[in-house]
């Protein structure tokens, strides 16, 4: 299998947001994942491909005060030249991420989004197992999610783990206002949901190899 997962670190930032912006070009406010980073209740993680790679994005220098100084006052002792600019840092190619939000014994699914090219391919199935996997560490009993009404392929995945619908968010999504249709699942600890999890995961596994 050529893809794994792992936590989201600050290094994924820029390729995440640009995932977001693809995934979700109307939602409004945009998320703010370097915040979530830093919320305790939040947790993320990402789907990469192990055979690409990204160029790390470029830091922008800081201004040399010094250099500065010394243009004005030429008694300042300039600073040395600097070094040829170090090589460009190699970052693991993301193809995805999910995130929940933990509130008590519930973990919530704020989202699941995988690039448009990857789409298909089973790596939201993918990216789903490993967020139950995460909610269960976290001893979460069960999942919660709010998934827009026409998004019937996402809603027949959610149904396929074992998510029902419990309810409905009238004009939820800002955009268009458009409802949204609330799933949770059963006890994710009980016995009939891992063995349907089991089953599914074995799979995906078949799938994806």
Request: charged fraction near 25%.
């Amino acid at each position: 299998m050529i893809y794994s997962i792992r936590p989201m670190g600050k290094e994924d930032l820029d390729q995440i947001n640009g995932i977001d912006r693809e995934a979700f070009p109307t939602q409004w406010p945009p998320a703010n994942y370097q915040q979530e980073l830093q919320n305790r209740l939040a947790h993320y993680l990402v789907a990469f491909d192990g055979t690409r790679t990204v160029d790390a994005p470029i830091a922008k220098p800081r201004k040399n005060i010094l250099g500065m100084f010394s243009r004005i006052m030429p008694w300042v002792k300039r600073p040395p030249p600097q070094d040829a600019p170090l090589p460009r840092v190699k970052l693991q190619y993301i193809v995805g991420f999910s995130g929940i939000w933990m509130m008590v014994d519930e973990a919530h699914i704020t989202n699941i989004a995988v690039r448009q090219q990857y789409q298909g391919m089973g790596l939201g199935e993918l990216l789903l197992i490993a967020t139950i996997d995460l909610s269960r560490e976290l001893k979460a009993s069960f999942l919660t999610l709010e998934v827009r009404a026409s998004n019937l392929v996402a809603q027949n995945l959610y149904s396929k783990y074992g998510f029902m619908k419990t309810g409905v968010r009238r004009s939820y999504y800002l955009d268009n206002r458009e409802d949204a249709i609330i799933m949770s699942t059963e006890s994710i600890k009980s016995e009939s949901f891992q063995l349907r999890l089991k089953e599914l995961r074995e799979a995906l596994t078949k799938k994806l190899d």
